[in-house]
Each structure stands twice: as structure tokens, then as C-alpha cells.
């Protein structure tokens, strides 16, 4: 909800967090940590945070990349938002 009224700064707090305990609670290779990861990294790319936004994409993608496989629908979305974290 942050994300969509414009609020990156709270949104980015509650999604670094809600990672942080999925991290804990699942570890870091469970699809979870991906989601989390990609959230993050949209609110990033949002902030003109894109370095920090490509280190979660890059480790969500290799997460799913390894749980899914490269032809999984999860695995295919997650890398039409690298061009947006380029600078």
C-alpha cells in the first residue's frame, strides 16, 4: 500500500524487514526470500536506489532460478525489471 501512494521510504522499511524475518524463518534460499527481494528491489528502482536494487533482483532471480528453473513464470517476470534498475 506504501508502494502505491508514493511512500518508498515506509514501504522499503516494512519490506526490509518482513526480509529479514523470512530470511530467519526460511532461510535464504526459500521462493519467500525471492518475493520479498523483488519487492524490495521495485520500491528501490522507485527511489532511484538502483545498485541496491540490482543486488536483490540478482539474488531473487538466481532463488528462483534454482527452486523453478529458467522457464517458470516466476523466474521469466522477474527479469523484465533489470532494465529498470540500470542506471
Do not use: C
Amino acid at each position: 500500500m506504501y508502494r502505491d501512494l508514493g511512500r518508498h521510504a515506509e514501504a522499503a522499511e516494512l519490506l526490509e524487514s518482513a526480509l529479514k524475518s523470512d530470511l530467519n524463518n526460511f532461510g535464504k534460499d526459500h521462493p519467500n526470500v525471492a518475493i520479498r527481494q523483488l519487492n524490495l528491489a521495485a520500491v528501490y528502482i522507485e527511489s532511484d536506489r538502483k545498485p541496491e536494487a540490482r543486488v536483490f533482483l540478482q539474488a531473487a532471480y538466481q532463488n528462483l532460478l534454482k527452486n523453478f528453473g529458467p522457464a517458470h513464470p516466476d523466474t521469466i517476470n522477474i527479469q523484465k525489471w533489470f532494465p529498470h534498475a540500470e542506471e
